[in-house]
């Protein structure tokens, strides 16, 4: 069936430093796929998406793009801060609408 | 606008006793999900209603699970008898539609379950 695999954690970065977490999947045909960012004691948000090959998502400053050829959408931003120390999640849209998810990556980020 | 509501936030219980847990979809809302989350896993469906039809329950365990969305509104998610295994956070979602442009889930803050 259909999977998801992140980056295990967790990922530990200085204010200010470069970010990536690494995502790959296995589907048949071409799902949409998405990042989810789950705040301490809050629900997951959507942080981005992408809904074809080659389309890059971005959103505050995060970006990812959809890699048909390495079946990835690599999580990245350029500047880390302190809020945005979270755990992200990455997933995919099935063929009958449903999200899998991956296991979640945490990120810490220290002034 | 108010987001997916859900209560309780959090619940302990015995094992073998019942409990329920209730979810109000945001507004205009036709797709509703039920997921459990499991500690340091992502969230797995359990269960997925298209207004009150229950279209995708294959992942719910129907022996001690149910679940309801009666008048396509609110939703309910039952164990009875809960067990050890079935501490976890229980997320509701929800969506304009399940597919095409309309499908993005918003989701819930979750209730803890924990099973002693």
């Known amino acids: 069936g259909d999977s998801v695999t992140q980056m295990e954690g967790p990922v530990t970065l200085s204010e200010e430093a470069f970010l990536t977490i690494n995502c790959t999947y296995t589907?048949?045909?071409?799902?949409?796929l998405f990042w989810y960012v789950q705040y301490p004691g809050e629900g997951l948000q959507l942080l981005l998406k992408?809904?074809?090959?080659?389309d890059k998502g971005s959103n505050k400053g995060f970006e990812a793009t959809y890699r048909k050829e390495t079946t990835s959408f690599h999580l990245e931003k350029g500047s880390v801060q302190v809020s945005d120390s979270a755990v992200y999640f990455c997933?995919?849209?099935?063929?009958?609408?449903?999200?899998?998810f991956g296991s979640g990556t945490r990120l810490l980020v220290r002034p | 606008e108010a987001g997916v509501v859900q209560s309780p936030r959090y619940k302990i219980i015995e094992k073998k006793q019942p409990v329920a847990f209730w979810c109000n979809p945001i507004?205009?809302?036709?797709?509703l999900y039920w997921y459990l989350q499991n500690l340091g896993q992502g969230p797995e469906l359990l269960i997925r209603?298209?207004?009150?039809?229950?279209?995708?329950d294959s992942q719910l365990p129907k022996d001690r699970f149910s679940a309801e969305r009666l008048k396509g509104v609110d939703s309910t998610l039952k164990i009875q008898p809960a067990e050890l295994g079935d501490s976890a956070v229980y997320l509701c979602?929800?969506?304009?539609?399940?597919?095409?442009?309309?499908?993005?889930?918003?989701f819930g803050p979750g209730t803890r379950l924990t099973v002693l």
């Open positions: 997933a995919l849209m099935d063929s009958s609408y449903k999200l899998i």
């Open positions: 979602a929800s969506s304009l539609d399940a597919s095409g442009k309309n499908n993005e889930q918003f």
């Open positions: 589907a048949t045909g071409y799902p949409s």
């Open positions: 209603y298209e207004n009150e039809e229950a279209v995708d």
């Open positions: 992408a809904t074809k090959a080659d």
């Open positions: 507004s205009g809302h036709n797709t």
